[in-house]
């Protein structure tokens, strides 16, 4: 069983910045492939960012590349959502994702979710 929590969302005017925090209660976090998805009012969840278990390897979203940067620490069971250049359609609940596996830096799946939190962006 694997918790995760989200913090650090909130309301940003259109070019700022959030840095969005995920926290893992578990004592083998470093097993787990990591994911951020987002879903906006009347849209589908979708992908935004992935890291494998070391932190060696990332994947994002076309819409996100250059904008946004995912990275981890294992020691704090911590991963983060840095998201720069914000524009109003970044506007979203922001979900942090777990999956275990060490091969690949984006599952099929992932088996634990967190809340969520909402990311509002202003015009």
């Known amino acids: 069983q694997v918790q995760l929590v989200e913090s650090g969302g909130g309301l940003v005017q259109a070019g700022g910045s959030l840095r969005l925090s995920c926290a893992a209660s578990g004592r083998t976090f470093s097993l787990y492939a990591m994911g951020w998805f987002r879903q906006g009012v009347g849209k589908e969840r979708e992908f935004v960012a992935a890291?494998?278990?070391?932190?060696?390897?990332?994947s994002y979203a076309d819409p996100v590349k250059g904008q946004f940067t995912i990275s981890r620490d294992n020691v704090k069971n911590m991963v983060y959502l840095q998201m720069n250049s914000l524009k109003p359609e970044d506007t979203a609940v922001y979900y942090c994702a777990a999956e275990r596996s060490m091969s690949t830096v984006r599952p099929a799946k992932y088996d634990y979710w967190g809340q969520g939190t909402q990311v509002t962006v202003s015009s």
């Open positions: 890291i494998n278990w070391s932190g060696s390897m990332t």
